[in-house]
């Protein structure tokens, strides 16, 4: 306990660059900026595919987006289904 | 003297004489038995040795091939990483253990026969619950009866299964098999259990992460990969592979996603991964199988690499849960660094282990027109790098500061760790060097240009998803909790339906006593009604009784005497 007082102490002393919230929203930005020249890079090299529709401009992009917010939103149901409190299987 | 003895030898001899050494000398021990075992392996020549006749039968405990061989070595490599990590622990329990553990999985991938693989099957199981138990709190000890009953039980249809093999075949040979006799398929679910197929998985994730930091890696290597390795030798080309497969790959991820524990989360992405193994062998063609085996190569390693991130964490903080952690990489900085090559790894990014060796599955699945199981496992793909590549370095390095401050991990683990981050870059960054100890011939080029195009626009609005719902609270919270899994099935249904009828037991005993008791007493009363003092039979002299029953038998004899006559 007392190591994390000391801690939240330097936390507040010393300040990282991550610990700033303009620095990660740069990050944020900078992670769509790439995003969008990636997909852009379609019209500079031409996907040859085995699967004829992965050819389709930004198959790749939007089946990561779209099937990574499908997940999240797919286990929060399933967690109103199946969360317990910690200690359930021991009372 | 001949060499070609099991290599496995080695290595639980190894683990055994440990114990009696302390000090430097322990440690030497714990660097050099790897390696001695890795040089015998180098020098046993391919083909079958050290043939016995047992009861009719001949088994061959050593048999060198492509396939046996590179999961030798690759798991010689992580016992390798196993010892140096563990180098600080003055643990010898789980030093030894690991040592037996590591020498029978390697003694069952070099079994030449059903038998042999049937003993290394069953020692493997005992000999890796002593790493669960060695964390030596309650609920590690009763999750090790859980993974241990688990496994016993899958050496015993292993058993039973080449039992009935044998007969029907008159050769105990383990070699491919079709699921068309009782037998084969009893086989088939012994390597199931073993490869964490759905519904027989929760082993992995109940006992996995209660084990120590050093025992999580090396639980993390050998047992899964075993069951891959067998499923590879019996079942290459077994059509329900592809579907349960399939399967394996994404149930999990949901799982992983609203996990707090990390390490836990860290056994659902093994079974996730293990999925993409298990399509790439029903698959079944030439590159399926090199696929199935590279990817259990680099999955090996970069597993371990995880798991050994999550454990210094785990050693210098006291707790993985993600609910605890956060901005750690300010106090463990090469942790943090080697995680994320751990993360990038799994994810699959050009220029890692996971991006050539998991292609070759992914191609293999086109190539024989499923489309279907390749558009699963490319979801399976971005739901990985989400919640293995993402939150595990997310949750625990970065994120909000817990403001947990601590010294950076032993110096042994980060040794340990880059070596192994070594590895998966380099087998990313020279792929034909890593396909040559393939099974089979590889002509695949993973690096064109349209592939590493496709796989970064994958991944990196995979990672968008994940910020884009980070930043709109979207994103499901690190709570403290517990997610039922089919385990629940055992623990509780199962329990509370013993309980019940154990009750019903007791109560229909309980009846039947009370009946008994009340007819014994009832023929006590009637005895006591006649024979008490006042009673019938107690009134008179006891020669006037006698002469009483002396008449009735003289009485009963005249009866029978006349009934002679009747009939």
Redesign the interface.
Known sequence: MLERIKGILIMIKKKYWLDKKENITKIYIGLWTLGILLILGDFVIHRHEDYKTAEMFGFYGAYGFVGCVILVLVAKVLRKIVMRNEDYYDT | MTLNFPTAFILILGGLILPFFSGSLRKLCLIFIPVIAFVHLLILPTGLHGELQFIGYTLSSVRVDKLSQIFGYVFLIAAFLNAIYAWHSDDVLQQSATFVYAGSAIGAVFAGDLITLFIFWELTAISSVILIWARRTD?AYKSGMRYLITHILSGMLLLIGAIFYSKSQGSIEFTSMSLDQPGVILIFIAFGVKSAFPLLHNWLHDAYPESTEIGTVALSVFSTKLGIYALARGFAGTEILIFIGAVMATFP???A??ENDLRRVLTYSLNNQLGFMVVGIGIGTELAINGAVAHAFAHILYKSLLFMSMGAVLFRVGTVNGSDLG?L??SMPWTAFFCIIGAASISAFPLFSGFVAKSLIM?AA??QDH?LV?LVL??AS??VF?HAGIKIPFFAF?AH?S????KEAPLNMLIAMSIAATICVGIGCFPNLFYMLLPYPVSYEPY???HV?????????????????M?TG???PE???????SDWLY??FLKNLTLKFQQHIFQLYDQACHKLKGGFWGLCKKIHRHHQPTGLLARNWPTSNMVLWVALMLASYLIIYFLQFAV
Do not use: E, M
Request: overall charge positive; proline content about 2%; charged content about 15%.
């Open positions: 609920r991820i949901f799982y996603v609203i901005g990489y300010k191609s086109l190539y489309v390749w490319l979801f971005a739901g989400h970065f500061d403001g947990f401050r601590c064109t240009s349209s195009l496709s796989q970064l626009q994958l991944l990196v609005f995979s990672a968008l998803a994940f910020a884009f719902l930043r979207v994103y499901p709570l403290k909790s517990v997610n039922l899994d623990r509780v």
